[in-house]
């Protein structure tokens, strides 16, 4: 009987360690960008995802706005300031900018991997801030394409202003 109580305990014991590292283990969007210098709470707009589950937001024909970017980038850091001050302004802290990290995705295959999933102009190598908006399985907003109609509503003087492309994503992108 103490042999199966041992067993039991040291099994418990192991599940509550897996636990415990699974836990500590893993990317934090929070810790990050707020090490980065983002001036984000924890309770936040964004939600990780992978550049598959994108695709797949993209194939089904989702309405979202993605951020593709790295907090090793200072523009970066200025875009999920800029971003979550927005959303607590409008009052739209119940909408999410998806993030993928761009990081992943600097060599030339990789890149056009990119382009290929999300039908991005020009993928940056970087790090620094692409924002893209979706409709109807079709790119909206691309940030990087700043030749396009939809994009160029919100550049003055050759600068994205992410204020203003924030107001659209929270207040019209439905």
């Not at 090490?35 to 797949?56: M, S, Y």
């Not at 024909?61 to 850091?77: P, Q, R």
Request: one cysteine or more; charged letters at 25%.
């Amino acid at each position: 009987m103490k042999k199966i109580l041992k067993i039991t305990s040291l099994f418990s014991v192991f599940v509550l360690f897996m636990i415990l590292m699974a836990s500590c283990s893993g990317y934090s969007f929070y810790k990050d960008w707020h090490k980065a210098g983002a001036d984000i709470d924890k309770d936040h707009i964004f939600e990780v995802i992978t550049l598959e589950q994108a695709e797949t937001k993209k194939k089904n024909g989702d309405v979202f706005a993605l951020l593709f970017a790295s907090s090793s980038n200072k523009e970066s850091v200025n875009v999920v300031t800029s971003f979550q001050a927005q959303a607590e302004y409008l009052e739209a802290t119940d909408k999410t900018i998806y993030f993928v990290d761009s990081t992943k995705y600097t060599s030339t295959s990789l890149r056009n991997e990119v382009r290929t999933a999300l039908g991005m102009q020009d993928v940056p190598t970087d790090g620094a801030p692409a924002v893209m908006t979706f409709k109807s399985k079709a790119v909206d907003v691309d940030t990087t394409n700043k030749n396009s109609t939809r994009t160029g509503k919100f550049i003055v003087n050759g600068e994205i202003q992410y204020s203003s492309l924030a107001s659209y994503i929270f207040r019209e992108l439905k």
